[in-house]
């Protein structure tokens, strides 16, 4: 257990100082330039290796040492922070910001399927799920905190300041992995190539598609991300800025709020999973489409409108941690230790695939139906309970 609490807290140190980055980075860029257009456009490039770094992050976790693996990790970031530092008054600003913010998206990629593919070698039982918890609680009040203090950090100290603090965070974290000892862990680094890695990918492939009820499970995740998570992060900005005309600190409160409904649903997974675990995921995905479908009609009640947003969705992001923690679980419980981590790196990019297509889909429908915004809500709620339907008709989830 002192070896998962020591991951834990490399964690906390390790993705505090990526998210700040990632918040601070395309936010000094917007002030300096004074481009909206340029900010959209680097945060949406630096997307793409985040993907490329997990699918690789997750090929490696399987040949390599994962405790040396995210040591290198995170010295390799503390490394790109201090070039930064040093290079920012004299590079060009714009391809100095797009490569560090690219590269600490893919870092960000590479890391989780890593830390993921430690836990079935610390914890088993309702530890496994225990432990699963606090990963999600911690990447959530990392997502939170980051750039909440990013902010504040980037008007203190500047961008060169905030630079070198996280580059010590990385190099901290680096520090505390060294001292890991994983229990089974590979016991030599493999022989790397990149068709050794093509060729993990490869076998991960073949493998989803012959396990049927991993497949189903990672089908489930990428509905998830499609019909009812995008219906909420594209919903709930359109909701509050345009059909009520609230204030940006109104946003601002209902973002807090659903980002502690996160934190919630990831301490209740860590007790009352434990306590009494489920062996199925229906019943939370029920209760997603039922919070989008009830979104909708309390809409349609002028007084409960801004209260119903603030409520639902709090509520909607607290069962989502709670699914996502569940459907880890059960991955590192239905996916060999060999397999893991390339597996788990392939379900994490179907769902992140999935979920730009959802919020595209979602985005021309409350453009489309912008004088109805409550039906769009409503309608996603029963779609998506009638794709809940369909796939456990097939003993999906």
């Not at 016991?187 to 991993?214: H, I, N």
């Not at 009494?276 to 039922?290: F, K, M, N």
């Amino acid at each position: 257990m002192n070896t998962f609490i020591l991951i834990v807290l490399g964690q906390i140190v390790s993705l505090f100082g990526n998210a700040a980055l990632r918040f601070a980075l395309p936010l000094y860029l917007l002030r300096q330039t004074g481009s909206a257009a340029l900010y959209g456009g680097i945060t949406a490039l630096a997307m793409l290796p985040a993907l490329a770094g997990m699918l690789t992050g997750g090929a490696l976790a399987d040949r390599c040492r994962k405790a040396r693996l995210m040591a290198l990790l995170d010295l390799v970031t503390a490394g790109i922070a201090a070039a930064a530092a040093a290079g920012l008054p004299h590079l060009p600003l714009l391809p100095l910001v797009l490569t560090v913010l690219g590269s600490l998206y893919a870092i960000q990629g590479f890391y989780q399927p890593v830390v993921r593919a430690c836990l079935p070698l610390l914890l088993n039982g309702t530890q496994l799920l225990r432990g699963n918890a606090v990963i999600q609680l911690v990447d959530t009040v990392d997502e939170l905190l980051g750039p909440l203090l990013g902010a504040v950090l980037l008007e203190h100290l500047g961008i060169r300041g905030l630079l070198v603090l996280c580059g010590c965070c990385f190099a901290l974290s680096a520090g505390m992995e060294l001292c890991l000892r994983i229990p089974q862990d590979v016991p030599y680094d493999t022989k790397l190539s990149v068709r050794s890695l093509w060729a993990d990918l490869r076998e991960s492939a073949q493998f989803l598609t012959g396990q049927a009820a991993v497949l189903r499970l990672a089908a489930a995740m990428a509905a998830v991300n499609l019909l009812e998570v995008p219906a909420l992060t594209v919903g709930v900005p359109v909701l509050v800025v345009q059909t009520l005309q609230k204030s940006d600190a109104s946003l601002g409160l209902v973002q807090a709020v659903l980002s502690a409904g996160g934190i919630l649903g990831g301490v209740l997974a860590g007790t009352v999973f434990v306590r009494h675990p489920i062996r199925s995921g229906t019943p939370l995905l029920l209760a997603l489409s039922g919070v989008c479908a009830a979104l909708g009609l309390a809409l349609r009640v002028s007084v409960l409108q801004f209260g119903s947003i603030l409520v639902l969705g709090a509520v909607f992001m607290a069962v989502a941690a709670l699914f996502n923690v569940w459907f880890f679980a059960q991955l590192q419980v239905l996916v060999p230790q060999a397999q893991l981590g390339k597996t788990t790196a392939c379900c994490t990019v179907l769902a992140c695939l999935t979920q730009p297509i959802g919020q595209a889909a979602y985005g021309s429908a409350f453009q489309h139906w912008a004088a109805h915004p409550a039906d769009v809500l409503l309608a996603a709620g029963v779609l998506s309970a009638l794709v809940l339907w369909l796939l456990q008709t097939r003993r999906t989830v």
